[in-house]
């Protein structure tokens, strides 16, 4: 049996999803919500779909960090060998330092 809110409750659990991994301030689960829509979730509701979602994604969420582009930078750079990696080591080690 079809059930059409299914596809707006994910969405509205994506949508959230995705703004906690990238917002500093992560807006209300209201406020994710279109106001023309043909239905609105409690919140409870909505958390109960992240974690359905985050199970089917066995929880390997990947969110885009300064480490994602030192590869990219490396290579543009043209870097090869033990200078490559020493670079890498270097910004790896900042980067962590600066979370820390």
Do not use: N
């Not at 959230?16 to 919500?33: F, I, N, R, Y």
């Amino acid at each position: 049996r079809e059930k059409p809110w299914m596809t707006q409750l994910a969405a509205v659990a994506c949508l959230s999803l995705a703004a906690k991994v990238e917002e500093t301030q992560v807006p209300l689960l209201l406020d994710l919500q279109v106001e023309e829509a043909q239905y609105v979730f409690e919140a409870k509701t909505i958390q109960r779909m992240e974690l359905l979602i985050l199970s089917s994604l066995e929880w390997k969420m990947h969110p885009v960090t300064p480490l994602s582009f030192i590869d990219h930078i490396i290579r543009r750079l043209g870097m090869r060998t033990h200078q490559h990696w020493e670079f890498f080591r270097r910004c790896e080690r900042l980067l962590l330092s600066l979370i820390t």
